[in-house]
């Protein structure tokens, strides 16, 4: 009788104990997690991509919450696309609120702004806003990080993979310190309009006041952001960035037992290479490629034996057939990839590389003549898609230290092979000027240029700041097209004669500025 009455009760217990193991199985991760927390690092100077120290800057270590800053990456190409704005709402879903600390800790089905997700993931690291963001643009997390891992392939990061959008352990999901430094430097060229965003002290929501976890922010008054990142089998790490006096470094520390022992070598790392940067313009070397367009062959940080090709990103299928029925248009045959018996060699425009959900959507979407609807919880093609489909403008100005392609002296030739530097200050043919231009004959000062308008009009600001006669003569800007991209000059006009104009190059390059004299 007793042993009939304790059947059922053993009988539930097996089957917890069953259920149990069963959940725990599916839950573990594929790949195990084992100790890398051992020091990493690099010094990379952003302006030429040379590397000025390195210690085991290739061995694999874990991202931890440094993986954050891809997942911005792409947030940013959403919004520079026009298909997010920073006002736009994004639903947390129960994933999004489940994840572990830190977190901001909204409910499942409350909303949170574009920018106040941002502000959470550089100030307090809010692994459950990460999840939103993914969600949001992906559909699912897993999606997403498969777009990470496609886009840090793009820009030359190769040993890095992504498996969630936080930084939260998994075993599989791993990097370099060299790759990071890659990020570093390609997230301030490539989205500079945002880039302030890793700047933050602070940020207020819902009553609270969340600090930013870099401690090293604002150092020798050059310190700028980007990401610290933490789990107990990477250690501390640290991914962040340093401009002062027209140089620019990027440094990556991984494998710290504490956030003070890291921050400590990131300072001494600071003062002992940021006057080893380089002064001036960014050169061809330092371009990371843009993710879905043509790759620079010279990048220097990624040292590849090979030309890199910067391949498209990953789209969904149903992001295809929403932005096609969203328009209204109706789907062409797909073009029939054909496969490679040759290098890929660069072309004016993205090559057909196989992926027929992007070809068929650049296909069969005309240019918008309004406003692209906000699509939540969807994925977008991004940056390659934009090459042929109006998405989004190019990228903004890069602050005060804009970048462009080496300025040679005077009379030098063009390099561009080899490995050498392409000069955009003598080449390239002029396709649209600015309407202030300067008249036939006249003497002109020219200072740079760079990959936007924004951008070279900060170096004529510059350049004006350090030169203060430089204010006497009228600056404008001319547009001009060479191998394919479309770049823009920055110069003075009105100096009467050679020597004058002579005499103002001088003056420039004693401040460390780059000059070329010419007449119109």
């Keep these: 009788m007793i042993s009939l009455e304790k059947t059922p009760w053993r009988a539930r217990f097996f089957r917890a104990i069953a259920a149990f193991l069963v959940v725990l199985a599916i839950a573990t991760p594929v790949h195990a997690i084992e100790n890398l927390r051992k020091y990493a690092g690099i010094v990379v100077d952003a302006k030429s991509g040379k590397v000025l120290y390195e210690d085991q800057a290739d061995s694999r270590r874990y991202p931890a919450s440094v993986a954050k800053v891809m997942t911005l990456y792409l947030l940013f190409q959403e919004l520079q696309a026009g298909n997010l704005s920073l006002t736009t709402k994004m639903t947390v879903s129960k994933h999004a609120a489940a994840a572990v600390p830190t977190k901001l800790g909204l409910r499942a089905g409350s909303t949170i702004s574009v920018e106040d997700a941002i502000k959470s993931l550089v100030t307090l690291s809010a692994n459950d806003m990460a999840r939103v963001i993914a969600e949001h643009i992906s559909g699912t997390e897993s999606k997403f990080a498969e777009r990470m891992t496609a886009t840090a392939r793009a820009m030359g990061m190769r040993n890095t993979t992504y498996r969630n959008a936080s930084g939260l352990p998994d075993g599989g999901q791993v990097t370099t310190a060299r790759d990071q430094a890659i990020l570093g430097i390609a997230i301030y060229q490539h989205f500079s309009q945002y880039y302030n965003y890793f700047q933050t002290t602070?940020?207020?929501?819902?009553?609270?006041?969340?600090?930013?976890?870099?401690?090293?922010?604002?150092?020798?008054?050059?310190?700028?952001?980007?990401?610290?990142?933490?789990?107990?089998?990477?250690?501390?790490?640290?991914?962040?960035?340093?401009?002062?006096?027209?140089?620019?470094?990027?440094?990556v520390a991984f494998g710290f037992n504490s956030?003070?022992?890291?921050?400590?070598?990131?300072?001494?790392?600071?003062?002992?290479?940021?006057?080893?940067?380089?002064?001036?313009?960014?050169?061809?070397?330092?371009?990371?490629?843009?993710?879905?367009r043509q790759g620079n062959t010279q990048f220097a940080l990624a040292a590849p034996r090979k030309p890199t090709l910067a391949m498209p990103t990953p789209m969904p299928d149903f992001r295809l057939a929403q932005l096609v029925a969203g328009n209204g248009a109706q789907p062409q045959q797909a073009p029939v990839a054909v496969a490679a018996t040759a290098p890929v060699l660069p072309t004016p425009v993205p090559a057909d590389l196989g992926l027929a959900p992007a070809v068929q959507a650049a296909n069969v979407l005309a240019a918008p003549t309004q406003a692209q609807p906000d699509y939540p919880s969807q994925d977008v093609i991004g940056a390659w898609l934009s090459e042929t489909y109006n998405l989004g403008a190019p990228p903004a100005a890069l602050g005060h230290t804009a970048p462009s392609a080496p300025l040679l002296p005077p009379g030098e030739v063009e390099g561009g092979t080899g490995g050498q530097p392409v000069d955009l200050m003598h080449s390239g043919s002029v396709q649209t000027a600015a309407a202030t231009t300067a008249p036939p004959g006249a003497w002109i000062v020219q200072i740079g240029a760079g990959p936007s308008e924004d951008s070279a009009r900060a170096m004529l600001s510059d350049a004006a700041g350090k030169v203060g006669s430089l204010g006497d003569f009228r600056s404008y800007v001319e547009r001009f097209e060479k191998n394919g991209q479309i770049f823009y000059r920055a110069r003075f006009v009105g100096f009467g004669d050679r020597n004058a104009a002579a005499a103002m190059c001088d003056r420039l390059k004693g401040q460390d500025l780059a000059c070329l004299a010419m007449q119109g």
């Design 202 to 251: 602070s940020f207020k929501y819902g009553g609270k006041t969340y600090g930013n976890h870099n401690r090293v922010l604002g150092y020798m008054g050059a310190v700028d952001g980007i990401k610290t990142g933490y789990i107990n089998a990477a250690g501390s790490n640290l991914l962040t960035a340093a401009r002062k006096d027209n140089r620019h470094i990027v440094i």
């Design 259 to 292: 956030a003070a022992a890291r921050d400590e070598k990131v300072r001494q790392l600071v003062s002992s290479y940021l006057t080893k940067g380089r002064r001036g313009d960014y050169l061809q070397t330092a371009m990371v490629p843009l993710p879905g």
